[in-house]
């Protein structure tokens, strides 16, 4: 009985998709997922061959589909309405619309099939690009509309403070990063170069990784502020490791952008600005490769902090979003088209829990704040799955 209701509940909530599609859906979504390690992909990425191609895409063939439906099932359950705003209705049907080009595609059999595939696997990313963009519109919206629905025209609760909402978000992004992972993997091993294996180099240089956002991050700080501090770079400037430099450049980036922006507004454009330090710090031994982004940028109060990991706690008005349209900003890359938008601390956080690490800050009022990016050295961390 229990069953049947479900299925009732999710056919009426599916609008538009037809009944045989939600209850593929929903069988889906009732298998489990299955995580895969950082080294798990250099193994299988090594010396990679059209046979193992694809082997590959008969994988994502079969999990791509599990995974698109664990997160049409979530959005389809959202609490505070927040599955009703029309942005995350679009998000939505993003998702039933790659589920259904997957799960109708053929077996892959063949070296044929599998470019087929591949091409198909592109245009999915390509279609889901704008979805971080289109989910904080539609916090924006959820926002907006709880508001009016107090004649005070302010909500009596903070948005900040809706746990099970921010628990969701975390999963379902942390879900994303997984899934654009697993397709954009197989399509860069078409095109493999010497040190790298599909999206992961080799040998990722931490400090130089660090460098090249800092040129962006000043970059854009010159451009707001007109002046940037400038950053020292210390530690083990020379390691190297295996990881995916596109998302440890998003995540050093995001930090040192707050960290710039802070020891601007703290200390005056009129005024010399301290350096910034970021440490490199490995060793044999070491569980962790550990970067430090130390800043004197005034810090931030104690009763602050949890804001700074909440989807909800957001600058962006109604301007942000209309300038936004139509340009289909990317989940991250040189300068991040989501600022402003509540969503580079948390996200960057993701990206470093997704294989194994963690981002942690600590902060000191009237004085700056210390970042910590912890970064797994031993690549068997499974995806975080939710």
């Not at 590959?56 to 589909?65: G, Q, V, Y």
């Not at 009596?156 to 975390?170: G, I, P, Y």
């Not at 078409?190 to 460098?211: F, K, M």
């Not at 936004?324 to 989501?338: C, I, K, N, V």
């Amino acid at each position: 009985m229990a069953a049947r209701t479900s299925t009732r509940l999710a056919t009426a909530a599916f609008h538009g998709t037809p009944l045989s599609m939600t209850q593929r859906i929903m069988d889906h979504a009732a298998r489990p997922q299955n995580g895969v390690t950082l080294q798990q992909f250099l193994e299988f990425g090594s010396d990679i061959t059209p046979s193992k191609l694809v082997h590959s895409a008969k994988f994502l063939h079969a999990e791509l589909p599990i995974r698109l439906s664990h997160r049409v099932k979530d959005l389809d359950s959202l609490p505070y309405g927040l599955g009703q705003m029309p942005a995350v209705q679009l998000v939505k049907k993003w998702y039933v619309k790659s589920f259904e080009e997957l799960v109708e595609f053929p077996r892959v059999r063949s070296e044929a099939d599998e470019r087929a595939f591949t091409a198909l696997i592109r245009s999915i990313l390509e279609r889901h690009n704008g979805t971080l963009y289109t989910m904080a519109k539609g916090v924006h919206e959820l926002k907006t509309e709880l508001s009016r629905s107090y004649s005070s025209g302010q909500p009596t609760f903070s948005l900040a403070d809706m746990q099970d909402l921010h628990s969701f978000l975390d999963g379902f992004y942390l879900s994303r990063i997984g899934i654009r992972m697993l397709m954009s993997q197989h399509i860069a091993l078409h095109e493999q170069e010497h040190g790298w294996v599909g999206c992961i180099c080799e040998s990722t240089s931490p400090a130089e990784v660090a460098l090249a956002a800092v040129d962006v991050a000043r970059h854009m700080c010159i451009r707001h502020y007109g002046d940037a501090p400038e950053v020292e770079l210390h530690g083990h400037t020379d390691f190297v490791m295996p990881f995916i430099p596109s998302h440890l450049h998003h995540m050093l980036f995001e930090v040192l952008k707050n960290s710039m922006r802070a020891v601007v507004e703290f200390h005056g454009i009129d005024n010399p600005l301290p350096p910034i330090k970021l440490v490199v710090a490995d060793g044999d031994d070491n569980e962790d490769v550990s970067l430090k982004i130390m800043d004197e940028g005034g810090g931030i109060p104690r009763s602050a902090l949890p804001r700074i990991w909440s989807y909800m706690y957001t600058t962006a008005d109604e301007h942000a979003f209309a300038a936004l349209e139509g340009d289909t900003p990317m989940d991250f890359g040189g300068e991040s088209p989501l600022a402003g938008l509540g969503y580079g601390l948390p996200i960057s956080r993701l990206f470093a829990r997704y294989f194994g690490g963690d981002l942690q800050i600590i902060s000191m009022e009237g004085y700056g704040t210390d970042a910590y990016l912890h970064l797994k050295r031993v690549g068997d961390a499974s995806e975080p799955l939710p």
